[in-house]
């Protein structure tokens, strides 16, 4: 058994014998918001925005993205569990600043290997074989994070299936402060109307 998995599970028997009244939290999440945020692990929404466990839903993508999926989920969040707020959160220094789809597709076409994140960029270290598929995909990377935001709100707030009447905030969270600094022109383009 691998030493990360050995760890998860000892956690987990910890986490377990401590779970009491958690078993008690309701379906719906407590305070009726949701976070779209990324998947960076050096983003803890729950710490950053004052959550126990039972209080919102957390989306997490590469990118904190408005992608299908996530629209997806947001809508589940509201239409069965009563959401009625919003939050896209991206971050400083993510890493899907540093490539782009075609970088991405080509980096797959060489190999499946983990790539190598140097000076210049995300070189392919691996020996073959890759793929081509990955030429396919939309990657949906960021090469301006506050554009980024205010794209994804937009997106989400002019979707046919989302209500007008839910605000949808634009955040970017700085993780060297840990500070939320927000996107005027999102919060703008994510008002309720």
Known sequence: MSTILNEVLNANKEYA?????????SLPPARRFAILTCM????????YAGLA????????????????????????SYKLLGTREWFVIH???CGMEFFTDELMGDLLQQSLETAALTEEGFKDV???PGSTEGKY???????DRFKSVTEDVSRIKNH????????????IYDVKSG???????????GKAR
């Open 17 to 25: 014998y401590t779970f009491g009244a958690k078993a008690d939290l």
């Open 40 to 47: 960076d692990a050096r983003l803890d929404p729950a710490k």
């Open 53 to 76: 466990e039972g209080d919102a839903h957390v989306i997490r993508n590469a990118g904190g993205r408005a992608s299908d999926d996530a629209i997806r989920s947001l809508i589940i």
């Open 91 to 93: 971050h400083t220094d």
């Open 126 to 128: 691996g020996d073959g």
């Open 137 to 143: 995909i939309k990657w949906l990377t960021i090469s």
């Open 160 to 171: 046919p299936l989302v209500p007008l009447a839910i605000p949808v905030y634009g955040y």
């Open 179 to 189: 500070k939320l600094i927000e996107v005027p022109e999102a919060t703008e383009a």
